[in-house]
């Protein structure tokens, strides 16, 4: 057996010890009975096992430069080189050893007298010389793999470091890691390797990882821990009371956390291993660089516990630069009865610290106390892949300038908020989730600020995330969702910046800004809310840009009671209600937004609220793009609006908006339509491809429509009608499938100065006790006449010049065609009609004058007024068919509401 010169000077210190005096009356000693600080040794060995690896046994350098190290092996181990495998397999053959006999035999024949008196001794020692060579390397190397490993595992760390220097072969059988796992597990009670990748950094390593590549991180893990602090209750008496048994080994064990550290001062970064249990009322004050880590099997935080029912569990202050604390669960459970005014918690922060506290489990059932509280200017902690749950009152308090990095945390189940951040703290909280909170997610307030990065705030019970009082924080990346209230809220002065962020599926509104508060809402997807999207009220202000707000219940963008945010370049659309709602006096610039395929209008805007729109795009709405009503103001100016199921724009009820420079088309029930005493002031918009009106004015309505572009509808170019009003100046009005401008029951427009041209009918019909005034308009080249009026209407006409129209109806008469093939069921020239009381025609039927002549000749027929209609017998509604049009197609439906007779004429 060998035996290592460290194990012979712990052979002696152990029988010394046995007669001095116990652990308890001096500084603790290690298993070789050394005080604190006299390990160096075993360091010293385990670096030389590291450096000579590789090194035979043949190595004279290597057995002459540590010779303290070395194994005091005999000396033939120490002089004759190992053979090769192959020259031990030729030793053992037959021819080999003859040859060896023959020669040995030969030369002892010549030997003189003198050698022959030992000759018998001699011959003992050369008759079977393979055996000598066999027994003085049988352990070297000829017994097996399995069994030296087998050997190996019965040594303590020392023993096996010092037993790797003997050669090559037990070198690297001393580094298997079968050997270091169990020794690891031993000594530090841990499934996994723990490395120390740099100062205050640890990191544990898949058990399975552990030998990839070649590398042994039992073994580097071992020796980076070797020099740990081990708190390990009733267990260092037994080990100092019996050193024999750790022989081999110099570890230095006490039974409180307390003792540990106060025993640590004075080290280097010492590192205090916490073992499996429950620690209670320990003081822990941390004052100096110390890593306290704890060391159990599997879930490491479920087995070790800190806990204090009367002061603060842990304090870092002003000294702890560095520390560290780790997978340990730390708890603060106040006494019954205990004062409510001390504010105590699992971990504080204090001063000027950086401590590093990771992977650990937090939980308070204080009710005046957060579980977590960082509080000063010098207050950066880290904490990473902890959690802090369930705890009574807040989980994790920031206050007073402090800062820190949180990340990878989970903060959940808090009867408070899960976080706060006050009074200038300016945290980095990264990838945590805060959620299923019993308050807010996180609450930021008086001036508290933050950086919150793709963090997962959810199912909280009020809203994700609240700013106030003057709170700025910046918030991205971040998922904020299933809030039982709204998903951001911001109020009382509150900022912040909120930016490229989920929020989604929220009770109320995705984001709330009110009294006065001014936050950055940018890049955002807002989506799926119970109520809207966003929601601005109580002169509430904000920058709302770049965000897709989609699929809310209630509208995408709300404003209300004297709010005026800023709204800019957003993707709106696909709500189950409208757009934007602006209301209650709201105000706003909403511009460059997209804003389509609402279930309501793209745009509300009504109760005395004057937004401003420009350069939006809203169109595809399943009803209209933009609704002004109840005294709805403000101004659309430069926007696209298109394709909407109703018109493009309404305004109604008092409103009055000004309407510039739009461009609006597609709308299935019109361009714009002004009704129910609507006001307004139209111009310099272009209004086509409509598929009625391109403006409609109707219902006491008196709008102003000037130096618009009114063209290419697929009815008429303007119609008023129902009373309707209004002054409609200087515009374009051309290419229209119908009237360029029709009027028609009781209305009374002032037309002023506007061009009428190219239409697909008359250039301005007036009809059904409708007035007008016509001052100075251009009517020319339209394919009817330039003016038609009819029966009873009297309307003030005024330089008016009226040139090159086609008179299509007159050239039809005059060549005897039915009136009905120059226009169609949907289209009603302006000229005399006829009933037939023959054919027993009824009020709601007309009949132009050719075919009277033709089709009806010798009826009894009467002349009803010079209106506009289309020719019930051209379009087959009659059962007399038509001589004129035989071709045409018989339409049973339409029917023409047409005045009462004035008179019976017989042709």
């Known amino acids: 057996r060998t035996e290592t010169a460290a194990g012979k000077m712990a052979s002696r210190f152990s029988r010394s010890d046995k007669s001095g005096t116990s652990r308890r009356n001096g500084p603790p000693r290690s298993a070789s009975g050394l005080r604190p600080g006299c390990d160096e040794a075993a360091s010293r060995t385990i670096t030389a096992s590291s450096s000579n690896q590789g090194n035979g046994c043949n190595n004279q350098s290597a057995a002459t430069s540590d010779a303290s190290a070395r194994p005091n092996m005999p000396y033939l181990l120490r002089s004759r080189k190992p053979s090769s495998s192959n020259n031990i397999n030729n030793m053992y053959s037959a021819d080999n050893y003859r040859g060896i006999s023959h020669n040995r035999s030969r030369k002892r024949s010549q030997t003189t007298d003198s050698h022959r008196q030992c000759s018998s001794s001699k011959k003992a020692r050369i008759e079977n010389p393979l055996s000598i060579y066999a027994s003085e390397n049988f352990l070297l190397e000829i017994i ?58 640890f990191k544990f390593i898949e058990a399975d990882t552990a030998t990839t590549d070649g590398a042994n991180l039992w073994l580097d893990s071992f020796k980076q821990l070797y020099k740990a602090i081990h708190v390990k209750p009733g267990f260092a008496d037994k080990f100092y009371a019996h050193p024999e048994r750790y022989k081999g080994r110099r570890i230095l064990y006490y039974d409180t956390i307390e003792e540990a550290v106060t025993a640590a001062e004075g080290l280097s970064r010492p590192i205090v291993l916490v073992h499996e249990g429950v620690y209670k009322s320990e003081w822990l004050y941390i004052d100096t660089p110390t890593y306290i880590i704890g060391a159990a099997y599997g879930n490491i935080p479920h087995s070790v516990v800190l806990e204090n029912s009367r002061d603060s569990t842990i304090v870092f202050v002003d000294g702890s630069e560095k520390s560290y604390l780790g997978y340990v669960s730390v708890r603060y459970t106040p006494e019954p009865g205990q004062s409510s005014g001390h504010q105590r918690s699992c971990i504080e922060v204090l001063g000027k610290c950086s401590p590093r506290i990771e992977g650990c489990v937090i939980r308070s059932t204080s009710l005046v106390g957060a579980a977590v509280c960082v509080c000063g200017s010098g207050a950066r902690p880290h904490f990473t892949q902890c959690v802090i749950s369930n705890c009574e009152n807040v989980g994790l308090f920031v206050n007073d300038h402090a800062q820190g990095i949180y990340e990878d945390s989970q903060i959940c189940g808090n009867a408070l908020a899960g976080v706060w951040v006050k009074s200038y703290a300016n945290p980095i909280m990264r990838r945590c989730q805060v959620h299923h909170g019993r308050d807010v997610g996180v609450f930021t307030f008086d001036n508290g600020m933050g950086y919150f990065d793709s963090c997962n705030i959810h199912h909280n019970r009020i809203a994700g995330f609240e700013v106030k009082a003057g709170a700025n924080p910046t918030v991205v990346h971040c998922q904020i969702h299933h809030g039982q209230t709204g998903g951001i809220y911001v109020h009382e002065k509150g900022r912040g910046q909120f930016i490229e962020n989920k929020i989604h599926s929220n009770t109320f509104a995705g984001v709330w800004v009110t009294s006065h508060s001014n936050p950055t809402i940018r890049g955002n997807e807002i989506y799926n809310g119970h109520q809207g999207g966003v929601y601005i009220f109580g002169e509430g202000r904000g920058l709302i840009e770049h965000n897709d707000i989609h699929s809310n219940a209630l509208a995408g963008v709300q404003i209300r009671t004297n709010s005026n945010p800023i709204v800019r370049q957003n993707q709106i659309h696909d709500g189950q209600h409208g757009g934007i709602y602006v209301h209650e006096k709201g105000q706003g610039i909403i511009e460059d937004n997209e804003i389509y395929s609402n279930t309501l209008a793209g745009v509300w805007v009504t109760t005395g609220s004057t ?141 002023r100065a506007n061009r009428i041209y190219d239409g697909m009918a008359a250039g301005i019909e007036i009809t059904n006790n409708a007035t007008a005034t016509l001052e100075c308009n251009e009517i020319f080249n339209n394919k009817f006449a330039g003016i038609c009026v009819a029966t009873g209407v009297k309307p003030v006409m005024k330089d008016n010049d009226i040139y090159h129209n086609s008179d299509a109806i007159d050239n039809a008469v005059r060549t005897g065609r039915c009136l009905y093939k120059i226009s169609s069921y949907t289209s009603y020239p302006m000229h005399d009609f006829y009933r037939c009381t023959t054919c027993n025609t009824t009020d709601r039927n007309a009949i132009c004058i050719n075919c009277i002549k033709k089709c009806h000749q010798g009826h009894e027929v009467e002349f009803v007024r010079h209106d506009r209609f289309f020719c019930d017998c051209g379009a087959g509604t009659l059962e007399r068919p038509c001589h004129l049009s035989a071709d045409s197609p018989q339409d049973k439906n339409t029917v023409y509401e047409s005045a009462p007779p004035v008179g019976t004429l017989l042709y």
């Open 144 to 201: 097996p793999d399995e069994v030296v490993i087998k050997i190996f595992s019965y040594l303590k760390e020392i023993d096996l470091l010092s037993v790797a220097q003997v050669c090559k072969r037990f070198n690297t059988i001393a580094s298997d890691a079968t050997l270091w796992r169990h020794l690891y597990r031993e000594v530090y009670e841990m499934s996994k390797p723990l490395l120390t990748p740099s100062p205050g950094e």
């Open 611 to 751: 937004p401003v729109l420009r350069r939006n795009r809203i169109h595809s709405g399943k009803q209209v793009g933009v609704y002004f009503y109840d005294q709805g103001h403000g101004v659309l100016e430069d926007n696209d609006i298109f394709n909407h199921l109703y018109s493009g724009v309404q305004i109604r009820t008092g409103s009055n908006p000004v309407i510039k420079k739009n461009k609006i088309w597609g709308g299935q029930n019109g361009g714009i339509l002004v009704y129910n005493n609507g006001i307004g002031i139209i111009e310099q918009n272009e209004i086509f491809d409509n598929a009625m009106a391109g403006v409609w004015i109707k219902t006491e309505s008196n709008p102003i429509l000037k130096y618009n572009k009114i063209h290419d509808g697929r009815d008429g170019g303007i119609c008023i009608f129902n009373n309707g009003k209004g002054v409609i100046e200087s515009n374009e009005i051309f290419r229209n499938a119908q009237a360029g401008v029709l009027i028609s029951s009781s209305s009374s427009p002032v037309l």
